[in-house]
Nanobody, 122 residues
Framework: QMQLMESGGGLVQPGGSLRLSCTAS????????IGWFRQVPGKEREGVGC????????TYVDSVKGRFTISRDSLKNTVYLQMNSLKPEDTAIYYC???????????????WGQGTQVTVSS
């Protein structure tokens, strides 16, 4: 396992944008499949999207396709979740997860971050 840290959450108005970051200490994220998930208290965790290890291929849940984009910056050892055209229903705690072996999409990641709150409200 590794320590992952999400950042970039906050309060944004509907239609706005946020960029979440996922970083790790001591491990090169390039060699890991990275998943982004979200959870609303009292509801099941939902997979948002995923980027494959050693590459840039991504998958997304239908509800965020065309609005969210996952990307890597290997020099900064960071994976981003760019969220545009945000809706109130995107409000949740967002988590990143990493695993060297799983393929997208998957929920079977062995390392998880602590999460960052995203609130979409006017």
């Amino acid at each position: 396992q590794m320590q992952l840290m999400e950042s970039g959450g906050g309060l944004v108005q509907p239609g706005g944008s946020l960029r979440l970051s996922c970083t790790a200490s001591g491990k090169r994220l390039y060699y890991y499949t990275i998943g982004w998930f979200r959870q609303v208290p009292g509801k099941e965790r939902e997979g948002v999207g995923c980027i494959v290890s050693r590459g840039d291929d991504t998958t997304y849940v239908d509800s965020v396709k065309g609005r969210f984009t996952i990307s890597r910056d290997s020099l900064k050892n960071t994976v981003y979740l760019q969220m545009n055209s945000l809706k109130p229903e995107d409000t949740a705690i967002y988590y990143c997860a990493a695993d060297p072996l799983v393929k997208c999409p998957s929920a079977n990641f062995n390392s998880w971050g602590q999460g960052t709150q995203v609130t979409v409200s006017s």
